[in-house]
């Protein structure tokens, strides 16, 4: 009899054991997203680390659960310390896509960077946390929405064109038409169907980063524009790559009409060489 009590007590205090263990455990433990976390913190590649971000993203945006605190401390981590913008700049959109307010600190820092793309996308992220609910997790939702993969029409990649104004860059409106113009006419291929609508494919969002206009020490006036096209998922958005193209030249005369012509000209060269990289990257 004592010994039955004896064996009792044993195996009562090993299942005892084995509770304890799994409460010590970590409530969220994800051995996949430990190691995403990891690629983000220290592989040496920039583009690994980008996609890693877009899968780390996707699965919060997924989840039934407040986001681990050692996912929010790796991302960001990587918006403020990365050395590659377009690491931060794919990081900031992605923070504002999962929607969690402890995010917004860091997103107001990222307002100071360096890069006009990352300061940008905080930008869009800041008012993307805006529009979603004070709390500071996201609401779970009961059956997430899958994300449309980027599709065709009739055999031909979907591509949506937009363009839009960047922080701190001064651009007349009528430049940026006519660099609308250039990007649709730059993608009319016979491989690619300009939409509308919201069919899934691909989103050109083109921008002029970068506009200067000065004196040379010859008299000459010379004129610099940068042209930045950004590839993303249409129409969730979710940010794919980024091509930039920088065109300069110099002009005898320093008249505003000289000068308007010379920029028209660089906008058309720079926009074809990014539309070209673009292109590449969604036709590949």
């Known amino acids: 009899m004592i010994s039955r009590l004896h064996r009792r007590g044993s195996r009562l205090a090993l299942l005892l054991a084995g509770a304890l263990l799994l409460v010590s455990a970590p409530l969220f433990a994800d051995p996949a997203e430990t190691k ?4 983000i913190r220290d592989d040496p590649a920039y583009k690994v680390r980008m996609q890693a971000v877009r899968v780390l993203t996707k699965r919060l945006e997924s989840a039934r659960r407040p986001i681990s605190p050692e996912a929010m401390e790796a991302l960001v981590g990587a918006l403020s310390k990365d050395d590659s913008h377009l690491v931060r700049g794919l990081v900031a959109f ?11 600190s860091a997103l107001e820092a990222a307002l100071k960077d360096e890069n006009a793309f990352v300061r940008a996308q905080a930008e869009h992220a800041i008012a993307e946390l805006k529009q979603r ?18 599709g065709n029409v009739g055999g031909k ?9 960047m922080p701190g860059v001064d651009i007349p409106r009528s430049m940026l038409d006519r660099l609308d ?43 610099s524009l940068g ?9 969730d958005n979710n940010l794919r790559h ?11 005369k320093s008249s505003p009409e000289a000068v308007s012509r010379l920029e028209l000209k660089l906008l058309e060269a ?8 673009a292109l590449a990257e969604i036709l590949k």
Do not use: N, W
């Open 133 to 150: 609910a004070p709390s500071p997790t996201p609401t779970p939702t009961p059956t997430p929405t899958p994300t449309p993969r980027p």
């Open 94 to 104: 992605s923070l504002g896509t999962v929607g969690d307010r402890r995010a917004q």
């Open 227 to 235: 042209v930045r096209v950004t590839v993303l998922t249409h129409p």
């Open 270 to 277: 720079a926009a074809k060489a990014a539309m070209k990289d």
């Open 157 to 165: 990649v979907a591509l949506f064109v937009s363009v839009e104004s």
């Open 181 to 223: 113009a250039l990007l649709r006419a730059e993608s009319s291929s016979g491989r690619v169907a300009l939409i509308k609508d919201r069919t899934p494919g691909y989103a050109f969002r083109g921008s002029i980063a970068s506009r200067r206009v000065e004196p040379t020490s010859d008299g000459k006036t010379k004129v």
């Open 36 to 39: 995403l976390i990891k690629v």
């Open 242 to 252: 980024v091509f930039s193209s920088q065109a300069s030249a110099a002009v005898g």
